[in-house]
Nanobody, 120 residues
Framework: VQLQACGGGLVQAGGSLRLSCTAS????????SGWFRQAPGKEREFVAA????????YYEDSAKGRFTISRDNAKNTVYLAVNSLKPEDTAVYYC??????????????WGQGTLVTVSS
């Protein structure tokens, strides 16, 4: 099983990015997909999740209204559009798949992470 995340980079405050994560080696469409992030010196935290069908989405409070999670099961890919970025959004963003929930324990497979840096 592999999850390959990409799309991170350096962006100014107020800017946008689109993160992608492509899975292989598992029936992607059978799994909940999620995004977590880990800022320097902090614990990894939940950002967003999407049900296997894409019908249901869940967001951490600070992500609501700014981030959008989506998926394309035909491409085995989950996306995270991040808008109106703030310096406090600076973190390594990780994708994951599993049975679901907003905690790390609900996910079985993890990507390597993609770094988002927001300058003020």
């Amino acid at each position: 099983v592999q999850l390959q995340a990409c799309g991170g980079g350096l962006v100014q405050a107020g800017g946008s990015l689109r993160l992608s994560c492509t899975a292989s080696g598992l029936p992607f469409s059978s799994y909940v997909s999620g995004w977590f992030r880990q800022a320097p010196g902090k614990e990894r935290e939940f950002v967003a999740a999407i049900s296997w069908s894409g019908k249901y989405t869940y967001y951490e409070d600070s992500a609501k209204g700014r981030f959008t999670i989506s998926r394309d099961n035909a491409k085995n890919t989950v996306y995270l559009a991040v808008n109106s970025l703030k310096p406090e959004d600076t973190a390594v963003y990780y994708c994951a798949v599993g049975s679901g929930a907003t905690t790390m324990q609900g996910y079985d497979y993890w990507g390597q992470g993609t770094l988002v840096t927001v300058s003020s």
